[in-house]
């Protein structure tokens, strides 16, 4: 599809080429081989974490990254700025665990910073957010996702090895207090698990005005505990929800819905069967319903790898680019010609088979 502006130069809309002499005001959307516009960025800080929630990650004998081979604060503000230059203008801070980064408040300020940031977000566990929520909203940080699976604190601790749940609890609410909100709260279902948490769950979310998303159970992360068994589908999961709400029919993605975000659930609402207000809770049908076809995300791993899909690792290492002394523009290009690269998407399946992956969430940064 191309457009001639007002100097009678095509362009490329995908914005694939823009023709010679035209200057737009906001850079071309970057898109991959598939014509996908990748607007989005998800970025790992560490791979580390204070949690070792058993579906992410083994108890023992986790091999984290060295220090050395992490990206610097520097670094890392080059990756964003290459991104910025492509167009992305919304970046997510994740991990492993990105509060155990060192200065995490500093690393924030310079990342705002980057001119065409536009929306600054964290995917935190939330242990360690109550302190600094002000002074991460104060560095220019918008919004926070805080994980929560289950509102049991037995369970909690049980899922997460090391967390409290009260700690995640007091951390909804700093987040609330410290202006970071709408806040999300992610939960990944796993049958046999916590699924007979759900409505609990979406009333917890409604009393504290936060957007809950149930998230499927993913063949990501530690062996043998995703299975079809565990696994449960968004459609039973509303069969569930459907004991005490009535489910009306998904709204379609953030943007469809009126929810701020631009992430991979599908909203709808839920009306309380003894009566009361209905209740917005975004779904996340990554097995069953593969959303691959709409992705507008990249991720890029703390050692600076590109991951253009969650399912299969990533090929590239900015950061050996940026030390062996490439340009800006080098980076840049190199984003560029590996996300032409990027394939239409992944191939779990939810009966078991199927490609799955070992290579956890908390390294290709979740
Ligand atoms: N530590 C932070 C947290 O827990 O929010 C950020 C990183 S964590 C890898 C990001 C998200 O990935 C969490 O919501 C977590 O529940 C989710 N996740 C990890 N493994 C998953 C899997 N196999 N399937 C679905 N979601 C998963
Ligand atoms: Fe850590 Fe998040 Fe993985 Fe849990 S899901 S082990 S909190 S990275």
Known sequence: MSSTPTNGTAIDLAGLSIGRGFRPERPPALVDGERRAVKYLRLSVTDRCNFRCRYCMPDEGVAFEPRAAVLEFEEIVRVVRAFTRLGITRVRLTGGEPLLRRDFVDLTRMIAAVPGVEDLSLSTNGFLLPPIARELRDAGLRRVNISLDTLDPGR???????????????????????????????????????????????????????????????????????????????????????????????????????VVGGGPARYGLLTPRGGGEPVEVGFITAVSQSFCSTCNRVRVTATGGLQECLAYPGQLSLRDIMRQGGSDDDVTAAIERALFQKGPGHQFDPRGGGVRTCQTMSVTGG
């Not at 909804?172 to 709408?182: E, F, K, Q, R, Y």
């Not at 063949?219 to 449960?232: A, C, E, K, L």
């Open 156 to 258: 909690f601790r049980d899922l997460t090895r090391y967390g409290s749940v009260e700690r995640v609890l007091e951390a909804v609410d700093a987040a609330n207090d410290a202006g970071l909100g709408p806040v999300k709260l992610n939960a990944v279902v796993i049958r046999g698990y916590n699924d007979d948490e759900l409505s609990a769950l979406v009333r917890y979310a409604h009393a504290k005005r936060a957007l809950l998303r149930f998230i499927e159970f993913m063949p990501i992360g530690v062996d043998g505990f995703w299975s079809d068994r565990t696994f449960m589908s968004v459609d039973d999961m509303m069969a569930r929800l459907a004991d005490d709400f009535i489910v009306h029919p998904l709204r379609g993605f953030a943007h469809e819905a009126g």
